[in-house]
């Protein structure tokens, strides 16, 4: 397990951006498979969008494909997941996880058993 810090949640209005953004402490994510998920008040946690080690492979739950993008940046380490027209149902505790990858880099996954590092999760609130 490795320590992952998020940064980026907030309150904003519906329709508006935010950005959020993980950063692992110890080692390149170019070896690790990384996923966004959220988790709302009485729900389980669920995938939002998922990245492959090669980068190459992504996912996205079916309520925000053509509004998040999720992308890395090997050479700062980080994570992000960009979040256009945001709405009230996206509003939720927001975390970010890794996974060391399969040999061919490619894989996705999609559980959250599939993660052994999580991050300590950051608020996003949106209003109506």
């Known amino acids: 397990q490795v320590h992952l810090v998020e940064s980026g949640g907030g309150l904003v209005q519906a329709g508006n951006s935010l950005r959020l953004s993980c950063a692992p402490s110890?080692?390149?994510?170019?070896?690790?498979?990384m996923g966004w998920f959220r988790q709302g008040p009485g729900d389980e946690k669920k995938s939002v969008a998922l990245?492959?080690?090669?980068?190459?492979?992504?996912y996205y739950v079916d309520s925000v494909k053509d509004r998040f993008t999720i992308s890395k940046d090997d050479a700062s380490n980080t994570v992000h997941l960009q979040m256009n027209s945001l709405k009230p149902e996206d509003t939720a505790v927001y975390y970010c996880a890794a996974r060391v990858a399969n040999p061919s880099g490619t894989r996705i996954y999609f559980d959250p058993s599939d993660y052994d590092s999580w991050g300590q999760g950051t608020q996003v609130t949106v209003s109506s």
């Open positions: 990245i492959s080690w090669s980068g190459g492979t992504t």
């Open positions: 110890e080692w390149a994510i170019g070896l690790y498979a």
